[in-house]
């Protein structure tokens, strides 16, 4: 049996240091590969193989390394917070939450050990223990700003803006190069609907990271809502180097604003069937430039396309890339093309419908609603509203109540004491649920893609809006430029419905007669 030579190991462990020093991880993690091969039971080798990995942007095998190092050192808190790290960056969270915490049995105080189970819990979604955690670490490092940046994080995705604000500026003193307590401050500012604070906040992150899209797509959103639409869109064109919202790659050169007389331009939809719906008011101008367009949206709104005002070929699925001389995302569509706040507006419905003959009830007016969007979605919580208190519409008399709402919440008819027709069990697609808005009076709704869809036909649409709506409804404005015949109605307070509801009711009861909305 060969020797192993305690130099061949020094000289291997030196080379493995020397690279990391350069930055190149995979020369190190390959040395300390061999260096495992002479010492199999040196766990620091095996933990600065796994980090070396996890460095080089290999989380999976770097688990395998720090695993090992873990076993062979129980009880070491570097090796079970760097593990932890990797759990948390597979998105493992309950394995991540499980490793920090058997750093606390090591060392009961470990700041690190705590604020990382408080960011492990918000990402799992679990944000009152995610806040609890927080807030203890908080207590630990009372004066470390990234603790202060953390826990007011959590507060703001708990809808907790006031609580956040003292925090994030306290942070940004502290720490005034850290873009991300910037950027948290910004978020702070905005749901305070403190917008020059906000976009100031924004710029200072921005020079700190200047490559972040992330910071300049939180920035479009501001500037966006504050109906500085060029600036804007420009920064929303961030959103593509965001890697959960980039559109799909094609092999076609992008639209840049070239000529367009006689070619063939893909417009390929993104995000969800409102945003679709939205954008698409913007077709018709491709065609005064003289494209040919095929627009590729999702399957449910294929039935709907033709109804689309403009000729564009409407398609569902992934197109030959060969047919076409440009491409263009939808939501890139007001950049290309240079669209100010000014300019979105459109004369009259984009969606029209064919009549189908139909004679809507003369006595009663039909109103269709919408109480729910989506629960996958983002800001979810904030802009549906629960049953109990949207019900309280229905006390309001001679009025025929329609359901449009789609999805699991659907259900909450169920348990309703008043009579509401339900449409939705006839409706397969959006090209349904418009022939069901075809025969209503009026549409009343969360902000969902119904309430777009009603827009664009130019259907009366009352929007129920949260407190800090989303950026197309901008702000102290009770119409929209988005859709002539949209009234919004907005919160007051964070997270008070109520008000909005008997709002609406008394501007029901102010409606004599339902040629108000028929003429």
């Known amino acids: 049996m060969t020797q192993k030579s305690p130099t061949q190991l020094a000289e291997l462990l030196n080379e493995a240091e020397a690279a990391e020093m350069r930055g190149d991880w995979t020369i190190a993690s390959d040395r300390y590969r ?13 933990y600065r193989a796994g980090t070396s990995l996890f460095e080089a942007a290999k989380p999976e095998e770097s688990l395998q390394f720090l695993e090992k190092a873990s076993m062979l050192a129980p009880g070491t808190v570097e090796f079970d917070l760097k593990l932890g790290d990797v759990f948390f960056s597979l998105r493992q969270f309950g394995e991540a939450i499980e490793t920090y915490k058997k750093v606390l049995a090591e060392d009961a105080n470990n700041v690190s050990a705590t604020n990382n189970i408080g960011i ?3 990402e799992a979604g679990e944000l009152k223990d995610a806040i609890n955690a927080l807030n203890h670490t ?41 873009a991300k307590a910037w950027s948290n401050l910004a978020i702070a500012y905005e749901a305070s609907l403190r917008l020059e604070e906000a976009l100031k906040a924004h710029g200072e992150a921005i020079l700190l990271e200047p490559d972040n899209a992330s910071l300049h797509y939180n920035q479009a959103m501001s500037l966006l809502l504050c109906g500085e639409y060029d600036e804007g869109f420009q920064s929303f064109e961030y959103r593509r180097l965001i890697p959960d919202r980039k559109p799909r790659e094609f092999d ?21 069937a409102g945003d679709t719906i939205q954008f698409a008011r913007f077709l018709p101008q491709l065609e005064c430039l003289g494209a040919k367009i095929t627009f590729s949206v999702h399957q449910s709104l294929y039935r709907l396309g033709p109804c689309f005002s403009g000729n564009s070929s409407i398609i569902s699925t992934r197109p030959s890339e060969v047919d076409f001389d440009f491409q263009i995302p939808l939501l890139s569509l007001p950049c290309r093309l240079g669209l100010t706040l000014n300019d979105i507006s459109v004369d009259g419905p984009y969606i029209s419908l064919p009549t189908n003959g139909e004679i809507r009830p003369a006595k009663n007016l039909r109103i269709g609603i919408v109480w729910a969007g989506n629960p996958n979605h ?3 919580a904030n802009r549906s509203i ?14 025929e109540w329609v359901s449009l709402q789609y ?39 969360v902000d969902t893609s119904v309430a777009h869809l009603a827009g664009a036909m130019g259907t009366p649409v ?16 009770r119409d929209s430029p988005w859709y002539r015949t949209a009234k919004l109605f907005r919160q007051a307070s964070p997270n008070n419905w109520s008000l909005v509801i008997s709002e609406v009711q008394q501007a029901l009861r102010k409606i004599k007669t339902p040629l108000q909305f028929r003429s």
């Open 378 to 380: 983002a800001n979810d």
């Open 120 to 122: 492990s819990l918000q």
């Open 34 to 46: 061999h260096a495992i091969a002479l010492a199999p039971l040196e766990a620091h080798v095996w």
């Open 138 to 178: 908080l207590l630990l490092a009372p004066d470390d700003p990234i603790v202060m940046a953390n826990y007011a994080a959590a507060l703001l995705k708990a809808d907790r803006s006031e609580e956040a604000l003292p925090l994030l500026i306290r942070a940004t003193n502290l720490n005034p190069n850290s």
């Open 252 to 272: 076609i050169p992008e639209w840049l604003g070239e000529s367009l007389s006689g070619k063939r331009i893909l417009v390929h939809a993104e995000q969800g």
């Open 462 to 477: 009352w929007i129920l809006l949260p407190y800090l709506p989303d950026w197309r409804w901008l702000l102290d404005r």
């Open 407 to 445: 999805g699991e919440r659907a259900s909450d008819l169920n348990k309703c004491p008043f009579a509401v027709e339900d449409k939705t069990t006839e409706c397969r697609d959006f090209a349904d649920t418009a022939l069901a808005i075809q025969n209503l009076d009026l549409v009343i709704s």
């Open 386 to 399: 629960a049953f109990p208190v949207f019900q309280s519409l229905f006390s309001v008399p001679d009025i």
